[in-house]
Nanobody, 127 residues
Framework: QVRLVESGGGLVQAGGSLRLSCAAS????????MGWFRQAPKKDREFVAA????????NYSDSVKGRFTISRDNTKNTVYLQMNSLKPEDTAVYYC????????????????????WGRGTQVTVSS
């Protein structure tokens, strides 16, 4: 059974930082590109960032580029999202997901590219 478990969310003031983690089990972690998405209240889910299986290639949404960094540790089956300079508009539930692709980020921004999803972790940024 595949499990993706996010952690690290919480309440932070604007300008602060958080580091999200997503621990994966039940799959061959290094066979999957990984992504982070988020969904704010009353809004559609949106792509945040993605990383290829080995880590050197990444993709970010314009709204987080330069502030967020995605990384992974295949020895720990974990993907991370370092979030700096947080803004109130970053408030959302953040989800990690495992892509059906390996080393192919052309589809990274589309939710249909992902086979497995975590349950999410809440991030709240106060102004």
């Amino acid at each position: 059974q595949v499990r993706l478990v996010e952690s690290g969310g919480g309440l932070v003031q604007a300008g602060g930082s958080l580091r999200l983690s997503c621990a994966a089990s039940g799959l061959t972690f290094s066979s999957h590109d990984m992504g982070w998405f988020r969904q704010a209240p009353k809004k559609d889910r949106e792509f945040v960032a993605a990383v290829t299986w080995s880590g050197p290639n990444t993709n970010y949404s314009d709204s987080v580029k330069g502030r967020f960094t995605i990384s992974r540790d295949n020895t720990k089956n974990t993907v991370y999202l370092q979030m700096n300079s947080l803004k109130p508009e970053d408030t959302a539930v953040y989800y990690c997901a495992a892509s059906r692709y390996r080393d192919y980020l052309a589809m990274a921004r589309r939710g249909v590219a992902y086979d497995y999803w975590g349950r999410g972790t809440q991030v709240t940024v106060s102004s």
